[in-house]
């Protein structure tokens, strides 16, 4: 079965630092995977996502994510994190037909001034 | 263009109650969802919609029930509530089924039961 593993429930880092969120599948066939963002009280917003192409995506609010098959990984990057960044952050795989999702625990980030 | 709208945004029950949460979509799209948030899981896949008129059931569908009359509505129904369906609940749409496609979410409506 589909599966994505979140590795860090929780992550700290400081304004105007790099950042890079874990994300790992597990998945038969060619995966199509997604980064959403969930701001406090709010719904998801796509970031970006990967189905086929280049192994680096980028996406919006200045994120990328690299897609590395031989580690059944996706992990999110920014270069310089902004303190409205603060969020969860959820990666899924799309599984199966009908586009069902499977999403990852999610990461919580907090951004120190 | 509102996008995914949920109704209420916040419910309390008790258990056995029963309760309907409305999602409706503007974007004209075919498919339609309900997901489950829980702390430390992630959200996981309720019922969702391919179309006016189709329901299926995703990975945790016990004690909800759903329907699709309008193609631009999605209810999700609990019958009778128990604390376990203490969550978060978002629906979401997409224009098509295929993997690469993009489903848009609602902000989410709160429910606990007591």
């Known amino acids: 079965a589909q599966s994505v593993t979140q590795p860090d429930i929780h992550i700290t880092v400081s304004e105007g630092a790099s950042l890079e969120l874990r994300c790992n599948y597990s998945y038969g066939a060619t995966p199509y995977l997604f980064w959403y963002v969930q701001s406090p009280g709010q719904g998801l917003q796509l970031l970006l996502k990967y189905f086929s192409g280049d192994t680096l995506v980028q996406g919006i609010k200045g994120f990328e994510a690299e897609f590395k098959r031989s580690q059944s990984s996706f992990n999110l990057r920014k270069p310089s994190v902004h303190w409205s960044d603060a969020a969860e952050y959820f990666c899924?795989?799309?599984?199966?037909?009908?586009?069902?999702?499977?999403f990852g625990q999610g990461t919580r980030l907090t951004i120190n001034p | 263009n509102a996008g995914v709208t949920q109704t209420p945004k916040f419910r309390v029950l008790k258990t056995g109650q029963s309760m309907t949460l409305l999602c409706a979509q503007d974007m004209n799209h075919e498919y339609m969802y309900w997901y489950r948030q829980d702390p430390g899981m992630g959200l996981r896949l309720i019922h969702y919609s391919v179309g006016e008129g189709t329901t299926a059931k995703g990975e945790v569908p016990d004690g909800y029930n759903v329907s699709r009359l309008k193609k631009q509505n999605f209810l999700l129904g609990l019958e009778s509530a128990a604390p376990s369906q203490t969550s978060v609940y978002f629906c979401?749409?997409?224009?098509?089924?295929?993997?690469?496609?993009?489903?848009?979410f609602g902000p989410g409506t709160r429910l606990l039961v007591l």
């Open positions: 979401a749409s997409s224009s098509t089924g295929v993997h690469q496609e993009t489903q848009y």
């Open positions: 899924a795989v799309g599984a199966g037909g009908a586009q069902k999702l499977v």
